[in-house]
């Protein structure tokens, strides 16, 4: 009997040595260093400096049936002046001036069609007009019809 417990107590013994052992140093290091370099990425995203695309705008729009690739989250009134400089148009705007939310995503889009588009996104708090040489943003004024009784 007393043989028998001697070899279970070795078959146990020897079944330990069989289990391979893990790193728990070189695991703990790549938490360590991966949670730093999220936190890195995070900070640096945060920032502005990473993920961010460029705004290219062409050098000039020659005419209203150029074709523009555009992509713009902003205001409008930034993007419309800019639009306007590169046409060669005078860009003015009257009332006031009130934030424009603006979100294009244009590919391959003619430049008159363009302006349609923001147009319709702005149509609820101002109007665009193109004369010959000027694009014009009018604010729309506030209403003044008083309480409601």
């Known amino acids: 009997m007393k043989n028998y417990y001697y070899a279970i107590l070795a078959g146990l ?22 949670s730093a370099i999220s936190r890195t990425q995070q900070q640096l995203h945060q ?9 290219r705008f062409p050098q000039a729009i020659r005419s209203d049936a150029q074709r523009l ?11 419309l002046a800019q639009l306007a400089y590169q046409r060669g148009l005078t860009f003015a705007y009257s009332g006031v001036r009130l934030p424009l939310p603006l979100n ?7 430049f008159d069609d ?10 609820w708090r101002a109007t665009l007009r193109q004369q010959s040489n000027t694009l014009h943003l009018y604010f729309a004024l506030p209403d003044k ?3 409601v009784s």
């Open 145 to 147: 019809r008083g309480t």
């Open 104 to 110: 294009v995503h244009a590919r391959y889009l003619r």
């Open 47 to 55: 920032a502005g400096a990473i993920n961010q695309k460029m705004q």
């Open 13 to 34: 013994l020897l079944s330990g040595c069989q289990v391979p052992k893990t790193d728990q140093t070189a695991a703990q290091a790549l938490d360590k260093e991966t």
């Open 69 to 79: 690739d555009l992509d713009w989250q902003g205001d409008a009134v930034e993007l």
């Open 114 to 123: 363009l302006l349609r588009q923001i147009e319709a996104q702005i149509s």
